[in-house]
């Protein structure tokens, strides 16, 4: 447990100093800010769809990433030497997943307080944004993970990570934006897609890295 502490400790650092937790949730700002002179100051419309344009801003703060989170790690022969030292990719897998996790949801969710202002939600609505994102983040940053881990090594692996990321989220994605109006049925198939990919990605991830290193 102590080392797999150090290991989510590790890449919250990286997270910090590669602005890997300041630049999602500025990009995810500026699209709530801009979003409203794009569709004019109409309330009852802003009202209407903010909640998915929070959800697709969030979908795309949580790719910006990804390039860091694990080919630098791969390049350096980080991965090997923690290998050599017992552990596993799964295990490395799900530390960078936590870590990524807890570089972008907490502050996203609270930029999301900003965000809701911006768009002139309720505070209803407000609240089933932010349940939805404490279910559906963990998923996002699973999805980050392993498409960091298939496309590492690629040349353009940030717009490859893209193609392979967007469509499969488009269900969590789906689901969130949904569960704002769509209550507890709706967030049921957000945390059942969000823990598929939980529980999926170490495996992938760890696959994935282990033939990277070969």
Do not use: N
């Amino acid at each position: 447990m102590k080392g797999f502490a150090t290991l989510v400790m590790r890449e919250l650092r990286g997270a910090w100093v590669s602005g890997g937790m300041l630049l999602p949730i500025a990009f995810f700002l500026l699209v709530a800010i801009l979003f409203p002179f794009g569709i004019g100051p109409d309330s009852k419309l802003l009202a209407r769809v903010g909640g998915g344009v929070i959800w697709a801003a969030a979908l795309l703060a949580a790719l910006l990433p990804v390039e860091r989170l694990v080919a630098p790690d791969l390049e350096r022969g980080v991965v090997d030497q923690l290998a050599v030292r017992g552990a596993s990719e799964a295990m490395i897998a799900t530390a960078k997943l936590v870590g990524h996790w807890l570089g972008f949801a907490p502050l996203l969710m609270l930029a999301s307080v900003l965000a809701a202002g911006l768009l002139g939600l309720s505070g209803h609505t407000l609240l089933a944004i932010e349940l939805g994102l404490l279910i559906g983040t963990p998923g996002l940053a699973a999805l980050g993970v392993a498409t960091a881990a298939l496309t590492a090594g690629l040349r353009g692996s940030g717009a490859v990570a893209g193609l392979v990321m967007l469509p499969l989220a488009v269900p969590l994605l789906i689901f969130g934006a949904g569960s704002i109006e769509g209550g507890p049925g709706a967030l049921k198939l957000l945390g059942a897609v969000s823990l598929l990919l939980v529980a999926g990605t170490p495996f992938v991830a760890g696959a994935a890295m282990r033939m990277a290193g070969d």
